[in-house]
Nanobody, 124 residues
């Protein structure tokens, strides 16, 4: 089992910045992709950014150039630096970690873990 603890959400004015952190603990062996998703009221959860174990990144078009995802593999922490925040960025942000469990025959099974969510509010 992997436990995720998020921090860093809050209220910020439009144009401001916030940094989210998510620390993974427990049985962290095999953690592969780490990422951030968000869900605004009345909308589906959407991918914001992901980062692989070799730091290959992927961003939603809406946040490219404004958000930066990074990770500390030694500490199993993933960060999301958010800049130039817009009111439409307001949502509950969820950390996601994908762990690959490999069996004796080399077959890998992915398991997804989610954080409890942290609220980001942006005032205009």
């Amino acid at each position: 089992q992997v436990q995720l603890v998020e921090s860093g959400g809050g209220l910020v004015q439009a144009g401001g910045s916030l940094r989210l952190s998510c620390a993974a603990s427990g049985n962290t062996f095999g953690i592969n992709v780490m990422g951030w998703y968000r869900q605004a009221p009345g909308k589906q959860r959407e991918m914001v950014a992901t980062i692989s174990s070799v730091s290959s990144t992927n961003y939603a078009d809406s946040v490219k150039g404004r958000f930066t995802i990074s990770r500390d593999n030694a500490k199993n922490i993933v960060y999301l630096q958010m800049s130039s925040l817009k009111p439409e960025d307001a949502a509950v942000y969820y950390c996601n970690v994908r762990q690959i469990i490999t069996d004796l025959w080399g077959q890998g099974t992915p398991i997804d873990y989610w954080g409890q969510g942290t609220q980001v509010a942006v005032s205009s």
